[in-house]
């Protein structure tokens, strides 16, 4: 959830920052969840959930970027030549 939703900020922004940059927010918010887990009974961080994080936060990326590629050009082949 948190790759599509940096993707969609990413899209919608007039802004164009690096995706390096986006992509850090989100593994820098993944890393901070792990941390918190130290705190939380029954909780246990671990470097395998990052990961699994981390490819969620890609493929939701990436996924929604993609979409939103394919609709802007969906969007610009119909609309009607002035």
Request: charged share 15%.
């Amino acid at each position: 959830m948190m790759g599509i939703l940096l993707g969609w900020g990413w899209h919608a922004s007039g802004r164009r920052h690096r995706h390096l940059i986006v992509l850090m927010f989100g593994l820098a918010y993944a890393a901070a969840d792990e941390f918190h887990q130290l705190f939380v009974p029954y909780r246990i961080p671990s470097f395998s959930d990052w990961v699994a994080d981390l490819v969620g936060l890609v493929a939701g990326y990436g996924l929604t970027l993609l979409v939103g590629v394919v609709f802007m050009r969906q969007r610009h082949a119909t609309k009607p030549s002035a």
